[in-house]
Structures are given as C-alpha cells and as structure tokens.
C-alpha cells in the first residue's frame, strides 16, 4: 500500500515530524530518513491494528498534492 507523507522541520524542537493524512497519525526523527523509517513502523503497526481489531482499512484513493500559498497579512495582525 501506498500512503502520502508530509514531512516538515519544527525548529523548536529540531526534528522532522512526518504526518500521514489519510491515517490521521505522525511520529518524528532527527532526521529525514529517520523520520520516514519511523512512519513506516508506525503504519505498519496502525493499519496491524485495525486490522485486529476488524476496521476496514484506509485506502489513499489519489496522493496529496502541496502547494505553497502567500497570503497578505491585515495590519490589525501585524505586531507594532
């Protein structure tokens, strides 16, 4: 099975956090790779308990697609 995964670098805690939409789970690494090997365990082991537990599976029908998007901020969001 296939599933999309969303990776993204939180500076606060310096990791790399890799969320998987279509299973509403996340898990993290110190790095890309890390994270990925980590999200794959963590599929691996949700969909083992849905199974279990007779939950139909997810299927991903079509991947996500991301796209950047800029926005003007109002001036009553902006800090003085």
Known sequence: MRYSVLIHYDREVQAYSAAVPELDIATQG?????????????????????ARHT???????D???I????????LFATSS
């Open 30 to 50: 110190d790095t890309v790779d890390e994270a990925l090997d980590r999200v794959r365990s963590l599929i691996v082991f949700h969909l083992e308990g849905l």
């Open 63 to 65: 991947p996500y697609t």
């Open 67 to 74: 796209f950047p998007v800029e926005v003007d901020i109002p």
């Open 55 to 61: 939950y139909e599976i997810p299927i991903e029908e």
